[in-house]
């Protein structure tokens, strides 16, 4: 099995299950969970309660995240990752991590 992951990892083409699989790794849902948690706040003004970022959002913090995970994987694969890619996995990690859906 430690040859196969070698061989995976060395991959040049894309294949968004890989990638989200390498996400997941790195990133498990409780984490992320957090991590969106966190920039809810970044994006809520001061004076106003939890709810005002739901109230009024345009899921800024949803697409930090995201961004966040797709730069992350794009540096750690970056022969396997291309621009054009990146639509394909915003979807797969919205569909893996659904309270990422905005």
């Not at 995976?8 to 790195?26: G, H, R």
């Not at 739901?54 to 949803?62: L, T």
Request: aromatic share 16%.
């Amino acid at each position: 099995m430690k040859y196969l992951r070698k061989y995976n990892e060395n991959i040049e083409t894309f294949d968004v299950d890989f990638a989200i699989a390498k996400i997941q790794e790195q990133f498990p849902f409780e984490k992320v969970k957090e991590m969106l948690d966190r920039e809810v706040i970044e994006w809520t003004p001061e004076d106003e309660d939890g709810s005002y970022y739901s109230e009024h959002s345009n899921g800024e913090a949803e697409d930090t995240i995201i961004t966040h995970l797709i730069d992350w994987y794009s540096s750690k694969y970056p022969s396997s990752y291309s621009d054009e890619n990146e639509e394909i996995l915003r979807k797969g990690i919205q569909t893996s991590y659904n309270f990422l859906n905005y």
